[in-house]
Structure formats: structure tokens, C-alpha cells
């Protein structure tokens, strides 16, 4: 018996993980774009600004105390992906603004979707199936913020824990920015792969 080594038409579960990824993706671009008509070089230029937001999410911390992770961005073209400084324009309705405007536009309202996806994600903690284990001193962990923006994740170390009565950890002393904050742990995502 041959053993195909593609994905048949009409079966992304074939795919797995990155499946997900495309399913998350195309679940809040129909939520952005909605009913607007995009010109194709619109609709290809935020498409790749939205390629680069997903592919600048942190893997695993490289160095927690300047803030460096690994993301798949290393993998595709050996460093982060960043871009420049942009005006926030999410408030402004999309028959205000010209092209480039629109593209950014599309970029900052599908970054402020998805990463408050993603990261709600990565703090799935299930209430009484599995115990999962405590945030601990020396942990990296992303940092939920409101206003972030596009591109920029804040990475945190765990310099305290604060353990309840039932010795779960809800709060902790987090530095970032070279600062210490005290933060609940329901705004801690600890990283993916540790």
C-alpha cells in the first residue's frame, strides 16, 4: 500500500496544528473585512501584514531579561519580524481613509482580535478535569495588556508568587521593562513551549 504524502482536497484535519492556525485566521478576518470590498493589492497587502502578526508570536524566551523570543519569524527568515510605528487609526470608519490607511487599519483590528485570542489560549486552564501546575518564581509569561500594538508581545519574568489558602498561585511580581509589577494570573500566558 503507497502512503500519500499530501493533504487530500476537503480534509483539513489532515493538516493538525497549522489547520488551526488557518481556521483562527479566517474566523477573524471574516469578522474584520465583513461585507467591505477590497481591491486586490488591499487585500494582499494586509493579507501579508496579517502573515507577519502571525508569524511574530513568541515560541519560547531567548533572553527573558532584554525581552528576545523565539518566534516563527526566526524560522522563516532568521529574526523577529517587526515593522514600523503606525498611527492607530481602528477608530476611524473605513470610508475615511485611502490605501495604505485601510491596510493599516485591517492589520491593528485583526491584531486586536486575534492576540486576545490567542492569548486567552494559551491560559486554558480547565476547572476540574486535570490540575495543572502553578506559576513559579523564574517563569517567562506574555503579559495581556490593553492598547498593544501590532507585533509587540510583552514578555515577562516571575519574580514572586502569591499562593492562596488552597496553594494556588493567583497573583505575582512580574519585571518587565526593567520594572516589578503585580499582576493576577488571569493576565499571565505562560509561553507555549517551555
Known amino acids: 500500500m503507497q502512503r500519500h504524502l499530501f493533504i487530500p482536497s476537503y480534509s483539513p484535519e489532515f493538516g493538525g496544528l497549522w489547520e488551526a492556525g488557518v481556521k483562527s485566521v479566517k474566523y477573524h478576518l471574516k469578522r474584520v473585512v465583513g461585507t467591505m470590498c477590497l481591491t486586490y493589492e488591499e487585500f494582499n497587502t494586509a493579507m501579508i501584514q496579517i502573515e507577519g502578526v502571525l508569524n511574530s508570536r513568541p515560541l519560547l524566551s ?13 524560522f522563516l527568515i532568521g529574526t523577529a519580524i517587526c515593522s514600523y510605528p503606525e498611527v492607530n487609526v481602528s477608530e476611524i470608519s473605513f470610508n475615511r481613509l485611502k490605501f495604505w490607511k485601510v491596510v493599516t487599519k485591517l492589520k491593528q483590528d485583526f491584531w486586536k482580535t486575534w492576540s486576545k485570542d490567542y492569548l486567552t489560549q494559551l491560559q486554558s486552564r480547565p476547572k476540574w478535569k486535570y490540575d495543572l501546575p502553578n506559576l513559579k518564581e523564574g517563569d517567562i509569561v506574555l503579559v495581556k495588556q490593553f492598547n498593544t500594538p501590532p507585533l509587540e ?8 508568587v502569591f499562593p492562596g489558602k488552597d496553594k494556588n498561585v493567583r497573583v505575582a511580581e512580574v519585571r518587565y521593562n526593567n520594572k516589578v509589577y503585580l499582576r493576577s494570573i ?4 505562560p509561553l507555549p513551549i517551555n
Not at 186 to 189: D, G, I, M, Q, V
Request: net charge positive; hydrophobic share 35%.
Open 62 to 74: 531567548l533572553n527573558p531579561n532584554e525581552g528576545k523570543y523565539l518566534t516563527p519569524g526566526h
Open 153 to 160: 508581545w510583552p514578555l515577562a519574568r516571575i519574580v514572586k
Open 186 to 189: 488571569a493576565k499571565l500566558c
